[in-house]
Structure formats: C-alpha cells, structure tokens
C-alpha cells in the first residue's frame, strides 16, 4: 500500500512521488544539498529534468512507493 504523508524536504528519498495541489505527481529523480537548501529534480514524461529548491523544513505531501 502507499501511503500519503506530510513530510520535510530533509526526509525525501529519491524514487518519492511528491503530490502537488491539483493532484499532479512528480516522481524525484535526484536530491543534492544546494546552500541551505535542497534541490529536488524531478523528470517530466518526454521533457527535460526539471527542479525547484525547497528549504529542509518545508513541508511536502508525499506518496512512499512500496520499499522492501
């Protein structure tokens, strides 16, 4: 099952689906230490990779895939 959480930026981990207000779905593709920030890459279907800088405690709405 996957769960929806709020979670920091801090906590992401590649492979988390970040869920935007309207519903859309950003899978992260990577996370790097930018300053005080963090940068979270994401690739769109069919585009280039895309990102936004977030502080580490923001808040996000997060699906967790399935980890075994």
Known sequence: MNGMTIAKARDLQVDDVLVNPTGQEFRVHRLRTVGRGIRVYWLPEGGREKFFTAAPEA?????????H
């Open 59 to 67: 808040l996000l709405r997060v699906r967790h895939p399935l980890r």
